[in-house]
Protein backbone atom coordinates (compact mmCIF):
# COMPACT_ATOMS: atom_id res chain seq x y z
CA UNK A 1 0.00 0.00 0.00
CA UNK A 2 1.07 3.53 -1.11
CA UNK A 3 -0.39 6.37 1.04
CA UNK A 4 0.60 10.21 -0.38
CA UNK A 5 -1.22 13.17 1.74
CA UNK A 6 1.64 15.95 2.38
CA UNK A 7 -0.37 17.40 5.53
CA UNK A 8 -1.32 13.91 7.47
CA UNK A 9 0.52 13.93 10.79
CA UNK A 10 -0.67 10.83 12.56
CA UNK A 11 -1.67 7.36 10.96
CA UNK A 12 -3.02 4.62 12.88
CA UNK A 13 -3.28 1.32 11.29
CA UNK A 14 -2.99 -1.15 13.60
CA UNK A 15 -4.16 -4.65 13.38
CA UNK A 16 -5.12 -4.53 9.85
CA UNK A 17 -2.82 -7.66 8.17
CA UNK A 18 -1.11 -5.49 6.04
CA UNK A 19 2.02 -6.63 4.79
CA UNK A 20 3.62 -3.83 3.08
CA UNK A 21 3.35 -0.30 3.42
CA UNK A 22 5.36 2.90 1.81
CA UNK A 23 4.72 5.99 3.87
CA UNK A 24 7.31 8.44 2.02
CA UNK A 25 4.21 10.42 0.47
CA UNK A 26 3.73 11.57 4.04
CA UNK A 27 6.16 14.25 4.23
CA UNK A 28 4.63 15.96 7.58
CA UNK A 29 3.89 12.40 9.55
CA UNK A 30 5.35 12.52 13.42
CA UNK A 31 3.57 9.34 14.48
CA UNK A 32 2.89 5.99 12.88
CA UNK A 33 0.99 3.58 14.72
CA UNK A 34 0.69 0.08 12.89
CA UNK A 35 1.30 -2.78 15.61
CA UNK A 36 -0.58 -5.87 14.92
CA UNK A 37 -0.15 -6.49 11.35
CA UNK A 38 1.58 -8.54 8.90
CA UNK A 39 4.61 -6.34 8.11
CA UNK A 40 7.47 -7.37 6.19
CA UNK A 41 8.37 -3.77 4.38
CA UNK A 42 7.74 -0.70 5.56
CA UNK A 43 9.41 2.50 3.24
CA UNK A 44 10.26 5.51 5.90
CA UNK A 45 12.48 7.06 3.76
CA UNK A 46 12.15 11.37 3.79
CA UNK A 47 10.31 10.76 6.87
CA UNK A 48 12.45 13.65 8.62
CA UNK A 49 9.51 14.72 10.95
CA UNK A 50 8.69 11.16 11.95
CA UNK A 51 9.07 11.18 16.21
CA UNK A 52 7.13 7.91 17.05
CA UNK A 53 7.47 4.57 15.39
CA UNK A 54 5.02 1.59 16.68
CA UNK A 55 5.49 -1.77 14.39
CA UNK A 56 5.27 -4.22 17.04
CA UNK A 57 3.50 -7.59 16.49
CA UNK A 58 4.28 -7.52 12.67
CA UNK A 59 6.79 -9.93 10.87
CA UNK A 60 10.06 -8.38 10.51
CA UNK A 61 13.27 -9.61 10.82
CA UNK A 62 16.78 -8.55 11.65
CA UNK A 63 17.16 -7.13 7.97
CA UNK A 64 13.64 -5.94 7.15
CA UNK A 65 13.68 -3.85 10.24
CA UNK A 66 13.44 0.01 9.45
CA UNK A 67 16.53 1.69 10.24
CA UNK A 68 15.92 4.02 13.16
CA UNK A 69 16.46 7.99 13.04
CA UNK A 70 18.69 9.14 15.39
CA UNK A 71 16.06 12.14 16.72
CA UNK A 72 13.24 9.56 17.17
CA UNK A 73 11.38 9.91 20.78
CA UNK A 74 9.83 6.23 20.11
CA UNK A 75 10.75 3.11 18.03
CA UNK A 76 8.82 0.41 19.44
CA UNK A 77 9.49 -3.00 17.40
CA UNK A 78 9.12 -5.98 19.99
CA UNK A 79 7.37 -9.26 19.84
CA UNK A 80 7.81 -9.84 15.99
CA UNK A 81 5.78 -12.93 14.75
CA UNK A 82 7.92 -16.16 15.07
CA UNK A 83 11.23 -16.32 12.28
CA UNK A 84 12.03 -19.81 10.84
CA UNK A 85 15.26 -20.60 11.82
CA UNK A 86 17.59 -23.77 11.23
CA UNK A 87 18.65 -26.21 13.59
CA UNK A 88 22.35 -27.41 12.83
CA UNK A 89 23.33 -29.80 15.76
CA UNK A 90 23.08 -28.19 19.46
CA UNK A 91 23.06 -24.55 17.25
CA UNK A 92 20.61 -22.26 15.88
CA UNK A 93 21.23 -20.91 12.74
CA UNK A 94 19.25 -17.54 12.14
CA UNK A 95 21.85 -15.95 9.33
CA UNK A 96 18.56 -16.50 7.03
CA UNK A 97 17.01 -14.02 9.16
CA UNK A 98 20.28 -11.52 8.75
CA UNK A 99 21.34 -12.31 12.13
CA UNK A 100 25.54 -12.30 12.10
CA UNK A 101 25.56 -12.13 16.06
CA UNK A 102 22.88 -13.10 18.17
CA UNK A 103 22.85 -13.64 21.77
CA UNK A 104 20.28 -16.02 23.65
CA UNK A 105 18.85 -15.23 27.05
CA UNK A 106 17.59 -18.08 29.53
CA UNK A 107 15.97 -16.33 32.69
CA UNK A 108 15.25 -13.20 33.75
CA UNK A 109 17.14 -9.54 33.80
CA UNK A 110 18.04 -8.01 37.41
CA UNK A 111 20.26 -4.77 38.04
CA UNK A 112 23.81 -6.05 39.19
CA UNK A 113 25.85 -2.75 40.95
CA UNK A 114 28.98 -4.61 40.65
CA UNK A 115 28.64 -5.08 36.63
CA UNK A 116 26.59 -1.30 36.23
CA UNK A 117 23.81 -2.67 34.44
CA UNK A 118 21.43 -5.69 33.61
CA UNK A 119 22.47 -8.91 33.82
CA UNK A 120 20.37 -12.54 33.05
CA UNK A 121 20.41 -14.91 35.21
CA UNK A 122 18.82 -18.15 35.15
CA UNK A 123 16.18 -19.85 36.91
CA UNK A 124 19.00 -22.00 39.16
CA UNK A 125 20.87 -18.54 40.31
CA UNK A 126 18.11 -16.48 41.39
CA UNK A 127 18.29 -16.41 45.00
Keep these: MNLSNPLLWELSLNENNLEELDLSGLPSL ?4 LFGNNLRA ?4 GLNNLNILEISDNCFDFTTLPEVMTDMYMYAYG ?9 EGDKVDLSACGAEEYTWFDGSPVYDEE ?12 H
Excluded: D, E, H, P
Design 30 to 33: IQAW
Design 42 to 45: LNIS
Design 79 to 87: NQKNVVAAL
Design 115 to 126: AGGMVWLSASQR
